[in-house]
């Protein structure tokens, strides 16, 4: 770790402040060239305070990079999470305002919900299925209050600021078919993704670190380092395994599981 905790105090205040104002800031990666993936985390870890503070609720987790284009994107080799909020949740159908986000962008994944309470530095696969109690559709809305690509330099923003900028996650559908995790093989489940009736996207959940538990137990092992865990009914976001698609304004977009249901929402 590099940064001091006024430097890390400092960030999480204008991320938060980025966030209200639909305003972003420039790359922390940029202003503080030897930041690590550490110090990203301890940002984030300030900027799910103030959230809290706030009077946000934690509702779960997301993983994100889980498929290996994006990782290579990032040079990185392993996932990242961020945390959900109460505020972030979306009816399956509902209309996004207009000027809600900044940016945002749609992936398509699996939740996970558990019905045990998951930690464990050695945590597998096989433990996030027997825990779970159901998977169902989602939509992920990314969104970033750090600028893609840097005004002053032209660099894209790098992991270190997607990580501090918590995930770049904003909000979330559930929708479909909830289904027990014995009933259904996830890696063979997907979705094809339509924005206002034509396919954008689609793809498998083998795409997600070849199994989407697998990036469940990605997330429990690094919880596990903290000292924390998953938690009962928290939603885990488990990853997208399609390309991030831009929303643009008037936008629908509708995600057919096949046998796991429809979901979908609107953007004014």
């Known amino acids: 770790m590099t940064l001091n905790e006024a430097e890390v105090a400092s960030a999480a205040c204008r991320l938060y402040e980025a966030e209200g104002t639909r305003r972003q800031i420039g790359h922390l990666s940029t202003l503080h060239p030897g930041m690590t993936i ?5 940002i984030q870890d300030g900027l799910v305070a103030l959230k809290r503070a706030g009077g946000e609720v934690p509702t779960g987790w997301k993983i994100g990079l889980t498929s290996r284009a994006m990782q290579a994107a990032l040079n990185i080799d392993t996932p990242d999470s961020g945390v959900l ?21 749609i992936e398509a ?27 169902v559709p989602a939509l992920e809305i990314l969104d970033t209050r750090i600028e893609r690509v840097c005004r002053d330099t032209g660099k894209t923003r790098t992991v270190c600021d997607t990580i501090a900028d918590n995930a770049a996650n904003a909000g979330y559908v559930l929708g479909g078919t ?11 489940a997907g979705a094809i993704v339509s924005r206002n009736g034509v396919v954008e996207e689609t793809g498998l959940g083998a795409g997600v670190l070849n199994h989407p ?31 991030p698609i831009e929303t643009g304004p008037a936008a629908t977009f509708t995600a057919d599981y096949g046998p796991l249901g429809t979901i979908s929402c609107y953007f004014e």
């Open 38 to 42: 550490a110090d990203s985390y301890r």
């Open 85 to 105: 909020f109460n505020s972030m949740a979306f009816e399956d159908g509902a209309t996004v305002p207009r000027g809600r986000f900044i940016q945002p962008r």
């Open 109 to 135: 994944e699996l939740a996970f919900v558990l019905h045990t309470r998951l930690s464990g530095a050695d945590t597998d696969v096989l433990d996030v299925l027997r825990a779970t109690e159901y998977v």
């Open 178 to 188: 909830p289904a027990r995790p014995d009933r259904i093989d996830m890696r063979r």
């Open 213 to 243: 538990a697998r990036g469940v137990a990605w997330l429990v092992r690094r919880l596990a380092e903290m000292g924390q865990g998953v938690e009962p009914g928290e939603i885990i976001l488990s990853g997208s395994f399609i390309r």
